[in-house]
T-cell receptor
Framework: NAGVMQNPRHLVRRRGQEARLRCSPM?????VYWYRQLPEEGLKFMVY????????ESGMPKERFSAEFPKEGPSILRIQQVVRGDSAAYFC???????????FGPGTRLLVL | AQSVTQLGSHVSVSEGALVLLRCNYS??????LFWYVQYPNQGLQLLLK??????LVKGINGFEAEFKKSETSFHLTKPSAHMSDAAEYFC??????????????FGKGTKLSVKP
């Protein structure tokens, strides 16, 4: 059973470009969470999605960031018009149900030049 | 709002020595509690978790943690450190109830070094 998969593992963007981060949850998992890890910081919750629904986006910046988890395909975290402050590691986690163990992917390390 | 405090951003122990990583949380209602480990350039791996029941929880790789409600603590221990334990350790909580249940709130992490 494959774990949580994220791609790309590393992403370099110039200021003003768009970044798309993909997350494929573990087989059978319908709950997906996105977290951001800034240098020397712990992970910060961004958004929680179930298939086709955003359940909690209280940790998402109000502008430029969006997330989706379509019926088919991976969950996507999209960052428009990236700025240097968006440079971070973005982790996706999935679980079978709410409050069940979250399994983390290897992360996407975004560098904005 | 919930918060998690990990005392000591860096801890160094000798191989074979006791490992003690501290974690305190702020909540009037006991949350669910977790310890995760992160190796360089990798994702997080769950070491152990506490939800209900026995307050001493055993995890993988010989780690254990004890939930102490009176101290709002969930410290992580291992009797004898191994070189392979060198990594960063994160304590996390999630609320049992409410709109934010399921979201993990992390501490800032503790980097563990193991000296030969």
């Amino acid at each position: 059973n494959a774990g949580v998969m994220q791609n790309p593992r590393h992403l370099v963007r110039r200021r003003g470009q768009e970044a798309r981060l993909r997350c494929s949850p573990m087989k059978g998992h319908s709950h997906v969470y996105w977290y951001r890890q800034l240098p020397e910081e712990g992970l910060k919750f961004m958004v929680y999605l179930q298939k086709e629904n955003i359940i909690d986006e209280s940790g998402m910046p109000k502008e430029r960031f969006s997330a989706e988890f379509p019926k088919e395909g991976p969950s996507i975290l999209r960052i428009q018009q990236v700025v240097r402050g968006d440079s971070a590691a973005y982790f996706c986690a999935s679980s079978l149900a709410i409050q069940e163990t979250q399994y983390f992917g290897p992360g996407t390390r975004l560098l904005v030049l | 709002a919930q918060s998690v405090t990990q005392l000591g951003s860096h801890v160094s122990v000798s191989e074979g020595a006791l490992v003690l990583l501290r974690c305190n949380y702020s909540s009037s209602v006991p949350p669910y509690l977790f310890w995760y480990v992160q190796y360089p350039n990798q994702g997080l791996q769950l070491l152990l978790k506490y939800t209900t029941g026995a307050t001493l929880v055993k995890g993988i790789n010989g780690f254990e943690a004890e939930f102490k409600k009176s101290e709002t603590s969930f410290h992580l221990t291992k009797p004898s450190a191994h070189m392979s334990d060198a990594a960063e350790y994160f304590c996390a909580v999630s609320e049992q109830y409410g709109g934010s249940q399921g979201n993990l709130i992390f501490g800032k992490g503790t980097k563990l070094s193991v000296k030969p």
